[in-house]
Nanobody, 123 residues
Framework: QVQLVESGGGLVQAGDSLRLSCATS????????MAWFRQAPGLEREFVAG????????YYADSVKGRFTISRDNSENTVYLQMNSLKAEDTAVYFC????????????????WGQGTQVTVSS
């Protein structure tokens, strides 16, 4: 069992930056592929970014490529999402997810989820 707890969300202005954190429990964090998803009101949950077990490979949605950076610290059992140049359309609840299989892009394929953290970008 893996428990995920997100933090770092908030209200910012367009162009600002935020860093989200996802702290995990358990001794097997380094064996999980980690990802960030987001869900805006009335929309489906969508993939934002993913990172391989050792951090050597990262994946991004086209909408955030060049602005967001995913990283992980296996010694701290934590995954991060650095979000720069935020836009109003980035407003959503952001979720951290864990999966044993690399590269999944759909929410149904993920084994574990956090409760989410709200990010609101005002224009």
């Amino acid at each position: 069992q893996v428990q995920l707890v997100e933090s770092g969300g908030g209200l910012v202005q367009a162009g600002d930056s935020l860093r989200l954190s996802c702290a995990t429990s358990g001794r097997t964090f380094s064996s999980y592929y980690m990802a960030w998803f987001r869900q805006a009101p009335g929309l489906e949950r969508e993939f934002v970014a993913g990172i391989s077990w050792n951090g050597g490979s990262t994946y991004y949605a086209d909408s955030v490529k060049g602005r967001f950076t995913i990283s992980r610290d296996n010694s701290e059992n934590t995954v991060y999402l650095q979000m720069n140049s935020l836009k109003a359309e980035d407003t959503a609840v952001y979720f951290c997810a864990a999966d044993r299989t690399l590269g999944h892009l759909t929410p149904a394929e993920y084994d574990y989820w956090g409760q989410g953290t709200q990010v609101t970008v005002s224009s």
